[in-house]
């Protein structure tokens, strides 16, 4: 069926940085489309970036534009997301998603067929 495992949540003080990493497993995830997305306590879940199959085009939330950044490895079917200058607003679970089909609205979760658990990210003030 295919899975996608979230690694490299944890606590971090403001300006910190995080690597998280969206590993798979049972399923060829490589030439799928991903997207990070992150839910805060008591709020809707949403976009944090994406990244097409081949890894050419990048997407990012306004909130995270010049501070985070998607990459891929498809040779190990592993995606990252690189988060610096943490902000205390940046606390959330963290959900990696994979598409296979074409996402129009890379904001709109409901264009990704395969989410992993999430990952904790804590950024203390």
């Known amino acids: 069926q295919g899975q996608l495992v979230e690694s490299g949540g944890g606590l971090v003080q403001a300006g910190d940085s995080l690597t998280l990493s969206c590993a798979t497993s049972?399923?060829?995830?490589?030439?799928?489309?991903k997207g990070w997305f992150r839910q805060a306590p008591g709020k809707e879940r949403e976009f944090v970036a994406g990244?097409?199959?081949?890894?050419?085009?990048?997407f990012y939330a306004d909130s995270v534009k010049g501070r985070f950044t998607i990459s891929r490895n498809n040779a190990k079917d592993t995606a990252y997301l690189q988060m610096n200058s943490l902000k205390p607003e940046d606390t959330a679970v963290y959900f990696c998603?994979?598409?296979?089909?074409?996402?129009?609205?890379?904001?709109?979760?409901?264009?990704?067929?395969?989410w992993g658990q999430g990952t904790q990210v804590t950024v203390s003030s």
């Open positions: 049972g399923r060829n995830f490589s030439l799928y489309a």
């Open positions: 990244i097409s199959r081949t890894g050419t085009n990048t």
């Open positions: 998603a994979a598409s296979g089909g074409i996402v129009r609205d890379w904001s709109t979760s409901g264009y990704f067929d395969y």
